[in-house]
């Protein structure tokens, strides 16, 4: 082989541009065809997008400086700082995927396997819980038999009866020489409390903080950590909506959904903590109190989506994209802020199509987001024409994140069906194609719908000029909530 350096030809090879724009564009795949949202909503999304638009802002102050002007400058560079850091981009998937993808098969599990790159654990035993009086005590058990490790990676952990109990819990295990490492959202847990703060210091118990809020930090302070992941001995994990709080429990407690997993499968959301507590940290965990030797313990195969934003491509997107391309017979969602884009409609109304009955299941007047509501309030017509079953749940906040395909395929988890947990969050799902589990979430699913009332196209057309010009208004913010 001759020396690079003896041949001018050779050693000037990196200099030459590798492939052409031609190369580039021979092979290429088509593009998708726009997909458009029903009556305005489209044209309303694009003008939103020159609004969030960073340059455009930057260009403005660079002409006014030009022309002479100096406050004006420096407010809309601030801006353009501000909304460079903070706008979020879409899940990029654009193409539809085959719909002859039965979800009760092997090939539609393997599919969310590998366009997700997560993987299908069997040996596992899984049970679900739908109220804070339940999973609570569970969870708590749970800590109190820790013998080597417990990791909680939590978005909500405030002050309150609820939170004090988790927290003298974590601490008696602590002192008893379990080690117990908690990573919380320093956003969404700015309000845990001295009290709590106290009881983990005395019990020798380790908190790190995801992402504090610094001015040197403001490029990435809009990602935030939104998974809830209790992991005890790197055996059994818990997840779901919850978090850790008083508005779980009692007469008027948020209805949420959670999922315990034992198992194999519980290295998965381990793996997902100890990935963001070293990013946290700088500390890598290891050894078998942490990540215990797999050992079957029961027949449930367990696919654990980790989610992020880092990966450029949310897998938490990717698998809700898949479910709902792939329906058959029936679509069953239910989620607190569900905000879908083009896309979403697109693929509900050619599911719609096919004759699938896609029914929605919505937070109602209890609330926590206004802004979150309102945004999907503003969608209802759109959803309405695709065809989808709108319900809103009436007794309380309808907190929990679950969707059912073909009373097949089922999942939990933390996600929302919105563009901050698709591009911003950082996610957890379980998926099961268990019987037994996909029956008692259907269970639970259809019990929760006689509780809810039905969206009707008419009503909600005669909602009044006010109740529209707010939804406006708070889709101007669409992809921050």
């Known amino acids: 082989m001759s020396n690079p350096e003896n041949n001018p030809k050779e050693s000037k090879r990196w200099l030459k541009p590798r492939v052409t724009a031609g190369q580039l564009a021979r092979l290429a795949p088509p593009r998708a065809r726009p997909q458009r949202l029903a009556n305005s909503a489209d044209a309303w999304r694009r003008a939103r997008n020159w609004i969030w638009a960073w340059w455009l802002w930057l260009a403005i102050a660079i002409l006014l400086l030009y022309w002479g002007h100096h406050i004006a400058p420096a407010v809309l560079t601030l801006v353009a700082i501000a909304l460079y850091h903070v706008a979020p981009e879409s899940h990029p998937a654009r193409f539809a995927i085959a719909t002859d993808l039965d979800p009760d098969s092997d090939e539609f599990r393997l599919t969310i396997e590998g366009s997700t790159g997560m993987a299908l654990v069997e040996g596992n035993r899984a049970a679900l819980f739908t109220a804070g009086d339940d999973f609570y005590p569970d969870m708590l058990d749970a800590i109190e038999a820790a013998t080597a490790s417990i990791t909680m990676e939590q978005y909500i952990f405030w002050d309150g009866v609820v939170g004090r109990r988790f927290a003298a819990a974590f601490a008696e295990r602590s002192s008893a020489g379990v080690q117990v490492k908690l990573l919380l959202d320093a956003i969404g847990s700015s309000t845990i409390g001295e009290p709590i703060l106290k009881t983990l210091e005395s019990g020798g118990c380790q908190l790190a903080w995801y992402r504090p809020i610094h001015w040197y930090t403001l490029d990435r302070a809009n990602r935030r950590d939104h998974r809830k992941s209790l992991i005890i001995d790197g055996r059994i994990a818990y997840t779901g909506g919850a978090g850790i709080a008083d508005h779980w429990i009692g007469d008027q407690a948020w209805r949420d959904t959670e999922i315990r997993v034992e198992g194999p499968a519980a290295l998965a959301q381990q793996a997902g903590f100890a990935q963001n507590w070293l990013l946290s940290t700088g500390e890598i965990l290891s050894g078998p109190a942490f990540f215990a030797a797999p050992a079957p313990v029961g027949d ?126 950082e996610e957890t799902n379980i998926c099961f194609h268990d019987r037994e589990l996909v029956a008692s979430l259907r269970a639970g699913f259809d019990q929760d719908l006689t509780r809810c009332r039905h969206i009707d196209a008419g009503e909600w057309k005669a909602r009044g000029l006010w109740r529209e010009v707010r939804e406006v208004v708070a889709s101007l913010l669409e992809d921050q909530v």
């Open 300 to 425: 449930v195969q367990i696919q654990t989506i980790l989610s992020s934003p880092w990966s450029g491509a949310s897998a938490a997107a990717t698998m809700y994209l898949i479910a709902v391309q792939s329906a058959r017979r029936s679509l069953a969602i239910a989620n607190p802020y569900f905000i879908p884009d083009a896309r979403v409609l697109a693929m509900l109304a050619a599911a719609h199509r096919r004759g699938v009955t896609v029914t929605l299941m919505l937070s109602g007047e209890p609330c926590d987001s206004w802004w979150a509501r309102q945004n999907s309030l503003r969608l209802y017509g759109a959803l309405l024409e695709a065809g989808v079953e709108i319900y809103e749940y009436l007794p309380c906040m309808l907190h929990q994140k679950t969707m059912l395909v073909d009373d097949a395929w089922g999942t939990v988890g933390t996600t929302n069906f919105d563009n901050r947990s698709f591009s911003l969050n």
